[in-house]
Each structure stands twice: as C-alpha cells, then as structure tokens.
C-alpha cells in the first residue's frame, strides 16, 4: 500500500503524518547539493525555468542570515560569466561564478559563496547553520510546503509525527504569503484562548512575523511545556490586533466525538485522521445507529487533516465504487486512484451533511471533497484551507531531513485542492458591525464573485457562542435533514436535485440569519424597496490626498452625488486599499435621495503600529442587494480614490544601562537592567530576555514597564547553563518592545564561555590602576558595550576576575575592565592615587526616519550619538544594500523600479554599541 509513503505535512506546530525515511549518506556540507538532486528527481512544482528564482531565493537567505554581508551578482554579457561581489567587514570580494542555466550549476554557484562567507563571518556568527538556511530556502522557493529539518529538530520532529507533542495547539501554514493559522485544535491552549482558523499572526512574542518562512515559525512558536508565548494576530479586516498570552501544554487530541442532535439526526466529529479513527469512527457511528438516526452531520470544522488511509476508510463507509482520491505526481509511480471497495459491516446510505471551515484541510479535504464530487453529501460552511500535496521526508547522514513536495491530491472529477479548497455547496460568509462598519472576515467582492450552479451565499453574523449553543451551521443542518422530503428522495447520486427541493426552506434560515447581521446597524431599512441598480448611478468627490498620523481617528468627507431619478436606500461606502488597517470595510450612511447631493463623513481609524506609507483607498458607493437571500450581490453606484499619506511619529526610546554579575551560589549569570523614562505613553511596553539557544535556562524573561513613561525602572534575571553543555558563546538578546506601536530595538550579548568559566572572587579587593586604556565594559567581553571613561592614573579595586578582566563593583553597578588596560599596585601605594569616579553610562538604538519618497526614489537619514556601524536596506523583504559607517549620522537617497501595488522599505541600523533597531516604510505605487 501506500499509505506508508505518503505523508501530510503541515508545517506547524500540529503535524500528523505517516511517511517513509528514506537514509541517504549526507553530511552537513552536502545539504545544498543534496537538496538540489532531490528537487531535480522528485520534486512535484519544480519546473526547470525555475532555477534562477531558486537561486536568487538562496542568495537571499545568505543576505539575511547577518547584518555584515550582502552578495550581489550581475551577468557579464562576454561569455555568459556571472560575477558576484560580496561586501563583508568594509571590504570587496570579487566571486566569478558559473552561468547558473541549471539548478545544479546555480547549486555550485550557492556551495561556493557559502564557503567564502563562512570564511568572512567565522568570528563573528555563529555559522553552522548558516547551509542549511540556504537548502531551506531553495526548497521553499519551488512550494512552501519543501524544507529542511535541522538535526536538533529532527527528533521534536519524530515526536510530533506521533500526534503528541508540546506546543500551542495551532496548525500554521503560508497563505497569500502570509503566516496564518490553519486551525485551532479544540480543547488546547490555543482554542481555548481564542484563536481562529484564518487568523494571520503578526508577532510571534516581540518578533514581526512578516516576511519569516514556516522553518522559522515554527522554530519560534515550540518551546517547553509550561512556558509562555505571545502571539498578536490580525483578524480578518478588524483594525486593531489581537494579543493572545498563551502557556504551552503537551498537545493531546481526541481523535472522534459524537451525540444525538435530535431523535432522528446524529451528528460526529473528527478532530483529526490518526492511527485508530477508522476504528473510532465506526464504533460512534454504530451506537448512534443504535439509537435510532436517519440522518448525520458528519463535522470537519478545524480537522488539519492526519493519515491519508484514515480519511480514504471513513470516505469509504458513504460512498459505493466511487473514486474517493487521487494522487499524481511527478513519478508515474505516485499516479494512484483510490477507489471505494467493500468492507466489512454494513456502509452507512442515509442523508448526510458535512461541515467544513477554513481550518479543514488536507484529509478532511479528501473526505469532503470525495463526498460533495461523488454527489454523496451536502457540505456546509466555509471555502477549506487548500492544502492537497503529498511530502516525502528524506534522513541525512547528519541527522538533519529533506521533505520535498512529491504529488497532490485530486478530487474526484480532478478537481484541485491545493489552494483551492473545497467550497460547500451552502457558503456562511461572516460579518460584524463596528461603530457603524460592517467587516466581513473574507473579501466579500471575491466571495460572492466566486458562486457556482447550485451553491447558496448566505451572509451571516459573527458570533461568540456558548459551548452548549449550536451554530448557524447546526441549526440549518438539522432543518435539512428533518425536512418532509427526506424520507421522498434519496440522498445518493442525487444531492443536487434535493438542494433545490428544499430551497424554500434553506432561503427562510437565510432570511433569519442575514437580517441578524444587518439588524446591528442602526437604522437600516430590513424592507427596502428593489431597485433596478443598472439604471442608478452617482459620483463621489473628496480631497484627493489627506495627511494621517498613525494612532490617529480622522474624519473624511465625502460629497456624494445621486445622478439617478431614484433612492439609493441602505447605502454603504465600501473602502478597498492594500493596507488591511483600511480594506473591505462598509461604512453604513443609509439613504442618498434621488437627484441630490449629500455630504458624509468616512471616519478613518489608524492604529498606532501603522508605519509611515502611502497609501491608495478606493471608495464606492454600494449597496446590498438582497433580493435574493441565497444569493447576495453587491450593486455598485460610483467610486474615487484617495492618496493618504500616514506618517509614524519618531519614537523615544528608554536608554539602556545594563551589566553582568555571576551569582556563584546559583551557578548562574545574573543579568541587570536600568532604563530611564520615555516620553511614550508606554501602555504595553516591555523588557524581554530570549536566546535562540534553547539549553539556557531564563529565569525570567518578560518584564512589563508599567510606569517607564513615569520613571526609571530597573530589574534583573538569571540565566543558568546545565552542566552537560559544552558551549563557545553563551548569545541572548535583551529587546525593548513597545506592543502598541511595534517600536523595539535588541541589544544582543555575547560571552565566550570559557572566559566567564574562568571567574573566580577574590576573598579581599585587589587594587590596580588605569594605565592606558579608557573604556569600561558591561561585561567580560572587548566587542559589547562601552558605559563610560576614566582618567589614567585613576585608582579601582577588583572583587573578582576572569582570563582577561577584572570585576569593579561600585554601588548599584558592576563594571569590567580589561587587564591589558590596568596595572596591580601594592597595598601602601594606595594612597599615592585617587579613586576613580565612573559614571554610569547608557545607550539607545540609532534613529531612522524617511526624509522623502515617491514611487521613483526615496531618502532614509539615520542618526545615533554613539555613531554608526553598519545599515542594511530591504526592499520587500529583499536586501539590496549595505553599508559601513562611523558616522553619527547618514543620509542615503535610493532610486529602484518599484512593482506595482505596495511596497515594503525596510532599514536595519546597528551601533558601535551594538544596538540595533528597524523600521518599515510603504510605497504604494499605482499604474490604475
């Protein structure tokens, strides 16, 4: 069979799967050619025109892997060379490279620069992982499903495959090139926290979750049972995020629930395909028969998916020889048709719906999708996630593993499920008013443009509900299977036909339901007149251009003009922009009378994390056209636009004084904090500790600053290394993050482990003085920061040392200096000297603000006190420039061929101090 070699991969931190290890000899040094051969082979997306996007995906990931490098490379027309430079530490290194006409010529190419940058950053970065970021890139640049499993995921990764594992609850995956949750799983931290299928996460903790792969989510998002995480999300259309505090658990799912919904219907979930489900199911299944159903609500709302042959054997009890699956692939040998066969026990004939959701997805797309094809069942709900590919997991001699997209899933009737989805043949599109706005989860143009023969749109309010409540998608269910009809025709081969018998009927729960989202508005008209929109039109004006700060509620007026001899009644203005902060949002203004004009305000909300932009909003005029419950259109009467430009005021960061101790009874590095006062208003402000090293234990990690834009504020933590651990660098970050408005800058910290190995106290202060040298650190490291300077000649005393430092301890405050800078003196000089006076010196992250834009270019000043080290600049997530400086301020203007639609402008600046900040800007550029 099979089922063995398939494997649905997710992704996320929820994995199901049965799969093949496939042992090849490998090595860490072999993973980019090795990822290459496997593409070549097996891969199903990979098309051979694909090489150079592969290797310029490759390119990037080198880019981003350190602030210090950037490679670029053009094609020299004489004889088809490619030449890259590779700017590294203020220098210029020429690279000659193969023309990469081929994925292995473009592999070579890749396997070279690595080599040179791992020479360039071998005292700088911690560069083992540095190839098999590069593979990872290359294999997500043919599917976003492809990737690479380093060696220390490998075994968490085995774990999950079993479906017990320590994490959040969620199943991620990359949609519309966003980071989105596929599904909560029920009865884990995150359903029970509130997070939804379809919410798209914008931070993980402090960390913007834009433009990171599901490699490095997912890498984020693991973590210890016990311990805590933030996820901030954007829902739908809505204008603010949503934070979720969230404490890991080990991940535990109850494979299958049922009940009796009324005497005659009975009603199943799967929560997911695992190894025992078929079983499960039909036990359920028979004691429900038991009890006397008719008819069954089979429910896959939130099922990520599982076992390819669990879905195929529960498809199967509904379904007489009937293709269920598809499978083709690149190999002819992945080219399987999975057809139902019989089986032992009785098959289950009766009426049959299926609920699905956009966290339904890969085998619950099987099951649907077979259903619906094979005309079995009617399906309600949401359009499914889109997931139908099939993954192959290859081990490595070093431990690490390839998985590669190797087919895809087809529905019967060859339909694609891979990012389409299954769509019911009864849609629920969710809505809720705001402050006079109605916001649908979805794009509603798109949704209701998508209607096929026989499918219903009906629009429904968004609600929260009680566990013991049933659903919209419930209650419409039981009304199906408990009409007159269903004991008059049959369910099989025939789904279609009965949909239209007990359309009536499906059309009063439309009207119920649709005017139960409407009724929020106040004053909208349930029983407007039908108007014929073809002959009505208007045209709306406005100011053309309007100026916004983020955090700022403004008021736009609009003048709109009714051209038409009739009423434009319930009328709405419905925005469309890039920026998801002003898209798809109807703002209710009721009736336009015929032949007038009429004067509303467009009240515009910005959130205070917006960052500086231009940005288009287009306006229409709209209105619900509703003559048709089942089938909701959207009459359209006259549109404009409107350039915003939003401006991000510069943030006031808190200055950081910082120093390092060794609590020796703990065993511990004891880390302190001092932070003088913003001018920010600081409701959500933070101190936070994090390593990407996961033995170090941290004491604690988050800090809230409730009162820093009052006063200073100070704190500490501890950071303990387990005794087994063999480290070089003991590497955490220490980040300030103001949630509100997304401003935050790191200041990242690196000891060498020997050095703090070797600290010991001295039993009675020692005295030295300060030869040459004039700096003092805050920790026992010459490459962190400097706090402040002494006189030479200037006498300290030493409480304890290491290799190369010595440790002053001073009231409220350490400070280390090196031994080449100091000199011992005996106890009787002492006097001869004067003590030294050190000032507690501090720091903040350099400044970066966008001095002018347009669609042709754009001019970025970046300024800090302690004076530059290095710039990187990103244009959609792509650098494309770096540069070095000492300076304490630096203004660059840049001209690049923009693409069409909105741009992200990212700059990165790190100081001598090595504190380092970001800061986006957006461009929109408009050819309409």
Known sequence: MLFKKIFHFFLLLFIFCSFSLVSLADSKNQIISKSTSYILKNSYFFEKDDHLEIFNAGIDSINNFSEDILVKYKKNNIGGLFKAKIYSNGKE?????KNPRNLRYAAINLNKIVSIVESELQLKEDIDLLRYIVANSMLQAVDEYSGVIEPEEMDQFMVETKGSFGGLGIVI????????????????PAYSAGVKANDVIKRIDSLDAEGLSLHQAIKLLRGEKGTPISISIQRGNEETLRKFEIIRDIIKIESIESKKLSTKTGYIKINSFQLNSYTEFVEHLNKLRENGINGLVLDLRGNPGGLLDQSIKISNIFLENKLIVSTRGKDSRMDIDFFSENIFG?????????????????????????????????????????KGTVQEVYQQDDGAAIKLTIAEYLNPKNYKVHENGVRPHIQFIKGKVENKKLIFTKNLDEELASKNERNFNILILDEELNEEDDDKALKLSKKILESPFIEKISFIDNVDNYLMLVESQINNEALEYTSELFRELKDYNDN?????????????????????SSGSNQDISITIHNTSEIDIENAFIQTKSENKALDNRFIYIGNVKKLSERKVLLPIKIPRW????????????????LNNRLNPKLDEFGQSKILVNIRKADYDFPKLFYYVDFDIKNGAIEVNFKLEKTKEKCEKCYLKVYSKNKALIIKKRNFELLKIGNENWSGKTLIKIPPEEKLKTVDFIIRYHDENTNDFFDKKITLNFDEINSFKMHNKKKAYIIKDNQKIFSEPSFAQTILSQTKNGNLVFSSGETNNFILIKEEGANYWLPKNSIEKIFNEEVPKFIKAKIIEGSDSPPKISLIKSNEDNFSILVEDKSRLRIINYFIND???????????????????????????????????????TYKNFYITKDES
């Open 528 to 548: 407007e007149k039908r108007i014929d929109s073809s002959n009505s039109s208007a045209s709306l004006k406005s100011d053309t251009q309007i100026d916004l």
């Open 346 to 386: 009785a098959k289950y004939n009766g009426p049959l719906i299926v609920l699905i959701d956009n966290g339904s997805a890969s085998a619950s797309e099987i099951v649907a999708g077979a259903l619906k094809n094979n005309n079995r069942a009617i399906v309600i709900g949401e359009n499914s996630f889109g």
């Open 878 to 916: 792509k650098k494309v420039d770096i540069k070095q400086t000492n300076l304490i301020s630096d203004e660059s203007t840049f001209k690049f061929d923009l693409d069409s639609g909105r741009n992200k402008i990212s700059i990165l600046a790190i100081d001598s101090n090595e504190f380092k």
């Open 610 to 625: 917006a960052e500086t932009s231009k940005e288009y909003i287009g306006i229409k005029l709209v209105r619900f056209n």
């Open 93 to 97: 290194l020429d690279v000659v490279l």
């Open 173 to 188: 995956g990359i949609k519309n090139n966003q980071l989105t949750v596929i599904s909560p799983i029920d009865n884990t």
